[in-house]
């Protein structure tokens, strides 16, 4: 969904980096040949979790950022709702997670108090890179992000305050868990954003199956963005 410019407010050298960013982003995603990803996505069908670690072989040096216009969308979430905690299931080398802080602090200034972006990523050199591009963007963005090294179904096991808004952008298998983990702090309101439920629909089949479930705790749009865009209101029936 493409949109003429961007709703982020941000100084320049943010703005500048982002847009670098998104080019090797995209740069990297186009050089992935069928040849690569076709085998992954089959031993995906076979067998999930081998499928997982062949994702993890051919993705670990590459940012497979979130488009500009959902991480623009995703901004826009964080500002009209107002989060001011959110966590990110999958944070690979910080681009959407530059998003989330720059929303936060806009909120910040428009209710007064802190807020926190919790990025998760299991990766070592990926996380190393993460925190590069946040210390270039500078205190700004840098102190409101804590990252988890790990497994997120650990790192998010404990320590998390009432959620606000939980961005999904994370390996299949690993979704469902990711919201069972949050699902105990997530505020009734609460927004819950799943990148990629078209194009990837039958590979997130349990995670949706949970938020489309019309007797659930959850009300979901599917946005037509590239791939498709979920965005899930937490609405617990019982509370
Ligand atoms: C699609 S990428 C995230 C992209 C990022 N949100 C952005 O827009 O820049 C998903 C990331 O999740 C990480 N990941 C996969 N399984 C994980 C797990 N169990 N715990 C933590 N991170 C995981 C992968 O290493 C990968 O870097």
């Not at 890179?129 to 700004?140: D, N, T």
């Not at 007797?215 to 865009?229: E, H, I, Y």
């Given at each position: ?55 993890d ?33 999958g944070t ?28 998760t990523e299991k990766e070592r050199?990926k996380a ?21 090294e790990g497994d997120l179904?650990?790192t ?18 690993v ?65």
């Amino acid at each position: 969904m493409a949109s003429p410019g961007s709703p982020v407010r941000a100084p320049d050298h943010i703005k500048s980096l982002l847009s670098r960013l998104h080019e090797e982003s995209e740069k990297q995603e186009a050089s992935i040949t069928p040849d690569q990803y076709a085998p992954v996505i089959n031993l995906y069908k076979q067998d999930p979790v081998a499928g997982s670690k062949a994702l993890d072989e051919l993705m670990r040096d590459k940012f497979i950022a979130l488009e500009k216009d959902k991480a623009d969308f995703v901004y826009q979430m964080i500002v009209s709702s107002g989060a001011k905690y959110v966590v990110e299931a999958g944070t690979s080398f910080g681009v959407s997670t530059i998003y989330l802080a720059l929303g936060v602090a806009e909120v910040e200034k428009m209710t007064g108090g802190m807020g926190k972006v919790i990025g998760t990523e299991k990766e070592r050199t990926k996380a190393e890179k993460a925190r590069g591009y946040w210390r270039e963007c500078g205190e700004e963005v840098e102190s409101r992000i804590e990252l988890r090294e790990g497994d997120l179904v650990s790192t998010l096991a404990s320590n998390l305050e009432t959620v606000d808004l939980l961005l999904l952008d994370i390996w299949p298998p690993v979704a469902l868990p990711a919201l069972k983990a949050v699902l105990p702090k997530l505020r009734p309101g609460a927004l819950v954003l799943t990148d990629n439920t078209i194009q990837a629909e039958h590979r997130y089949q349990e995670l949706l199956s949970v938020l489309r479930d019309p007797k659930g705790d959850f009300r979901s749009s599917t946005l037509p963005f590239k791939g498709g865009f979920e965005v899930s209101v937490y609405v617990p029936r019982s509370r």
